[in-house]
């Protein structure tokens, strides 16, 4: 899920500019929406896409401001149409969810595919979901996996678990399990709740990693907090296979630090 944080940015033009943005994006990212808005206002008016896409995103969110879906819908659309991929990438969520207006998915998935080709690693990782899903667009399991691994190497874990699901269901892939156990690893690490669900599934199995039972417990329970469905069909039978004493002890260590 995307990160308050996550839809602003800054994007430096000069020095007395990209001073402004950074004192508001630390006032943003720290709650202090008033500051922020008082600094993007002026820049954004004066035409600063990212700015504008800032404050289309409090808009949109009832960040500092009352939640207005037509006002959000009209900065966003001028930093989109100014090509700033922050923008694109936030009038797509509006368009997608249909926040103040009907969905309108296919303009949605034409916004995240530019601010994809931008390098903007959440746009990346929603355009890879819509191309392995193929309900707005056509399916491509090879784009899907293309995009998923742009988004991976910007961090996002939601991309790292969709190339483990590839490559376990063979999307555009040979099969290849120990590939999907190694990216379900990196996204449960990185706190991705169903990433943590398949890594757990995979060690109860004993499929593309050695069985490891009390682990596979851990981050099964630690899927289920996180809000993963994927972990319920593992829960029982993976505490089945434990003693008492392994099931305390995997119950302990799922509220600490992540399991070795």
């Given at each position: 899920m995307m990160r308050i944080a996550d839809l602003f940015t800054r994007k430096p033009k000069t020095d007395k500019v990209a001073e402004a943005m950074q004192i508001a994006l630390d006032a943003a990212r720290a709650g202090d929406y008033a500051t922020a808005l008082s600094v993007w206002e002026p820049l954004a008016r004066d035409g600063n896409a990212r700015a504008q896409s800032n404050i289309g995103a409090c808009f949109a969110g009832g960040l500092g401001v009352e939640r207005d879906a037509d006002l959000a819908r009209r900065w966003l659309a001028l930093s989109a149409e100014a090509g700033d991929s922050s923008g694109q990438r936030n009038l797509a969520s509006?368009?997608?969810?249909?926040?103040?207006?009907?969905?309108?998915?296919?303009?949605?998935?034409?916004?995240?595919?530019?601010?994809?080709?931008?390098?903007d690693a959440q746009a990346q990782d929603?355009?890879?979901?819509?191309?392995?899903?193929?309900?707005?667009?056509?399916?491509?399991?090879?784009?899907?996996?293309?995009?998923?691994?742009?988004?991976?190497?910007?961090?996002?874990?939601?991309?790292?678990?969709?190339?483990?699901?590839?490559?376990?269901n063979a999307l555009g892939v040979p099969r290849d399990a120990q590939h999907a156990v190694s990216w379900w690893k990196r996204a449960a690490e990185?706190?991705?709740?169903?990433?943590?669900?398949?890594?757990?599934?995979?060690?109860?199995?004993?499929?593309?990693?050695?069985?490891?039972?009390?682990?596979?417990?851990?981050?099964?329970?630690?899927?289920?907090?996180?809000?993963?469905?994927?972990?319920?069909?593992?829960?029982?039978?993976?505490?089945?296979?434990?003693?008492?004493?392994?099931?305390?002890?995997?119950?302990?260590?799922?509220?600490?630090?992540?399991?070795?």
């Open positions: 509006l368009l997608f969810n249909g926040l103040g207006t009907e969905p309108d998915l296919a303009e949605a998935a034409r916004l995240y595919a530019l601010a994809a080709e931008q390098g929603m355009l890879s979901w819509m191309l392995l899903e193929g309900d707005v667009i056509p399916a491509d399991p090879v784009a899907a996996q293309y995009w998923a691994l742009k988004a991976a190497e910007g961090g996002v874990a939601a991309a790292m678990t969709r190339l483990g699901m590839i490559h376990h990185a706190g991705d709740a169903d990433g943590q669900a398949m890594l757990g599934a995979a060690l109860h199995l004993g499929t593309g990693a050695r069985r490891d039972p009390v682990t596979a417990l851990v981050w099964l329970l630690r899927a289920e907090t996180g809000g993963s469905r994927l972990a319920a069909p593992f829960l029982k039978a993976a505490r089945d296979a434990l003693t008492d004493d392994q099931r305390l002890t995997a119950e302990a260590v799922a509220g600490k630090a992540d399991p070795r």
